[in-house]
Protein backbone atom coordinates (compact mmCIF):
# COMPACT_ATOMS: atom_id res chain seq x y z
CA UNK A 1 0.00 0.00 0.00
CA UNK A 2 2.91 2.41 0.31
CA UNK A 3 4.10 2.27 -2.95
CA UNK A 4 1.24 3.71 -5.32
CA UNK A 5 1.33 6.71 -2.51
CA UNK A 6 4.80 7.53 -3.10
CA UNK A 7 4.08 7.70 -7.06
CA UNK A 8 1.29 10.78 -6.30
CA UNK A 9 4.11 12.34 -4.21
CA UNK A 10 6.60 12.51 -6.20
CA UNK A 11 4.65 13.53 -8.76
CA UNK A 12 3.22 16.55 -6.70
CA UNK A 13 6.40 17.37 -5.54
CA UNK A 14 7.75 17.21 -8.85
CA UNK A 15 5.20 19.68 -9.59
CA UNK A 16 4.94 22.13 -7.26
CA UNK A 17 8.56 22.26 -6.65
CA UNK A 18 9.53 23.91 -10.34
CA UNK A 19 6.26 25.95 -9.96
CA UNK A 20 7.06 27.03 -6.12
CA UNK A 21 11.04 27.83 -7.75
CA UNK A 22 9.71 29.77 -10.92
CA UNK A 23 7.32 31.91 -8.64
CA UNK A 24 10.11 32.81 -5.98
CA UNK A 25 12.63 33.64 -9.17
CA UNK A 26 9.46 35.94 -10.88
CA UNK A 27 8.84 37.98 -8.03
CA UNK A 28 12.57 38.79 -7.17
CA UNK A 29 13.39 41.38 -9.91
CA UNK A 30 16.99 41.89 -11.25
CA UNK A 31 18.00 44.81 -9.05
CA UNK A 32 18.39 48.24 -11.09
CA UNK A 33 22.27 47.82 -10.33
CA UNK A 34 22.42 44.73 -11.74
CA UNK A 35 25.30 44.64 -14.86
CA UNK A 36 25.31 41.93 -17.32
CA UNK A 37 28.20 41.36 -19.47
CA UNK A 38 29.12 39.76 -22.38
CA UNK A 39 32.56 39.13 -24.43
CA UNK A 40 33.89 38.14 -27.32
CA UNK A 41 37.47 37.73 -29.53
CA UNK A 42 37.34 38.85 -33.01
CA UNK A 43 40.37 38.19 -35.50
CA UNK A 44 40.31 41.71 -36.55
CA UNK A 45 42.97 44.64 -35.39
CA UNK A 46 41.23 47.13 -32.34
CA UNK A 47 41.05 49.84 -34.76
CA UNK A 48 38.68 48.15 -37.32
CA UNK A 49 36.44 46.77 -33.92
CA UNK A 50 36.26 50.45 -33.23
CA UNK A 51 35.70 51.80 -36.71
CA UNK A 52 32.25 49.33 -36.84
CA UNK A 53 30.76 50.20 -33.50
CA UNK A 54 31.78 54.17 -33.83
CA UNK A 55 30.16 54.30 -37.28
CA UNK A 56 26.56 54.71 -35.72
CA UNK A 57 24.88 55.56 -39.67
CA UNK A 58 26.39 51.81 -40.90
CA UNK A 59 25.25 50.54 -38.24
CA UNK A 60 22.31 48.58 -40.03
CA UNK A 61 24.33 47.26 -42.64
CA UNK A 62 26.27 44.93 -39.96
CA UNK A 63 23.04 45.18 -37.27
CA UNK A 64 20.73 42.62 -38.81
CA UNK A 65 18.51 43.90 -35.92
CA UNK A 66 17.83 47.19 -37.45
CA UNK A 67 16.10 48.89 -40.52
CA UNK A 68 17.48 52.29 -39.71
CA UNK A 69 19.50 54.83 -37.81
CA UNK A 70 18.46 58.22 -38.11
CA UNK A 71 20.76 61.39 -36.51
CA UNK A 72 18.74 63.63 -33.70
CA UNK A 73 19.95 66.85 -32.42
CA UNK A 74 23.01 66.95 -29.78
CA UNK A 75 21.89 65.99 -26.00
CA UNK A 76 24.57 68.47 -23.70
CA UNK A 77 27.18 68.35 -26.54
CA UNK A 78 26.54 64.34 -27.30
CA UNK A 79 26.03 63.00 -30.66
CA UNK A 80 21.85 61.45 -29.99
CA UNK A 81 20.18 59.03 -32.71
CA UNK A 82 17.43 57.04 -33.13
CA UNK A 83 17.63 53.42 -33.78
CA UNK A 84 14.05 51.95 -35.61
CA UNK A 85 14.08 48.43 -35.74
CA UNK A 86 13.05 46.10 -38.70
CA UNK A 87 9.94 45.04 -36.23
CA UNK A 88 9.30 49.34 -36.18
CA UNK A 89 9.91 49.54 -32.40
CA UNK A 90 12.50 52.57 -32.00
CA UNK A 91 14.95 54.06 -29.22
CA UNK A 92 17.10 56.87 -29.04
CA UNK A 93 20.13 57.27 -27.63
CA UNK A 94 23.18 59.24 -26.75
CA UNK A 95 27.01 58.85 -26.62
CA UNK A 96 27.84 60.40 -23.18
CA UNK A 97 31.74 59.02 -23.12
CA UNK A 98 34.19 57.99 -25.66
CA UNK A 99 37.59 57.33 -24.76
CA UNK A 100 38.86 56.71 -28.99
CA UNK A 101 39.84 53.19 -29.79
CA UNK A 102 39.11 51.48 -26.36
CA UNK A 103 35.47 52.87 -24.59
CA UNK A 104 32.30 54.04 -25.35
CA UNK A 105 29.51 54.77 -23.47
CA UNK A 106 25.66 54.73 -24.69
CA UNK A 107 22.26 55.50 -22.82
CA UNK A 108 18.98 55.26 -24.18
CA UNK A 109 17.08 59.07 -23.53
CA UNK A 110 13.40 57.95 -23.95
CA UNK A 111 11.88 57.99 -20.69
CA UNK A 112 9.09 55.00 -20.20
CA UNK A 113 9.80 53.32 -23.71
CA UNK A 114 11.14 49.49 -24.36
CA UNK A 115 14.07 49.68 -23.22
CA UNK A 116 16.39 51.99 -20.95
CA UNK A 117 19.34 52.15 -19.27
CA UNK A 118 23.25 52.17 -20.43
CA UNK A 119 25.60 50.38 -22.54
CA UNK A 120 29.37 50.34 -22.44
CA UNK A 121 31.86 49.07 -25.20
CA UNK A 122 35.12 48.00 -24.25
CA UNK A 123 38.07 47.23 -26.92
CA UNK A 124 40.97 45.60 -25.72
CA UNK A 125 44.07 44.32 -28.58
CA UNK A 126 45.30 40.92 -28.01
CA UNK A 127 48.34 39.39 -29.75
CA UNK A 128 47.74 35.57 -30.52
CA UNK A 129 51.06 35.02 -32.36
CA UNK A 130 51.20 36.74 -36.06
CA UNK A 131 47.45 37.25 -35.69
CA UNK A 132 45.96 40.37 -34.72
CA UNK A 133 42.91 40.03 -32.58
CA UNK A 134 40.54 42.55 -29.93
CA UNK A 135 38.83 41.21 -26.96
CA UNK A 136 35.22 43.03 -27.10
CA UNK A 137 33.38 43.21 -23.66
CA UNK A 138 29.78 45.04 -23.74
CA UNK A 139 27.98 45.61 -20.75
CA UNK A 140 24.54 46.20 -19.94
CA UNK A 141 24.20 48.55 -16.71
Not at 77 to 96: C, F, L, Q
Not at 112 to 135: H, K, L, M, S, Y
Request: proline share 9%; glycine share 4%.
Amino acid sequence: MQRPLRRPALLLAATLLPAALAAWWFSHPVPLSAKLSRSARYRAPAAAAWAAISDVAAWPAWRTDLAAVEPQEPLRGHPVWREISRDGTAVTAETVEVIDNRRTVRCVTDQGGPFGGCWTVEIAPRNQGDAEECAVVLTEA
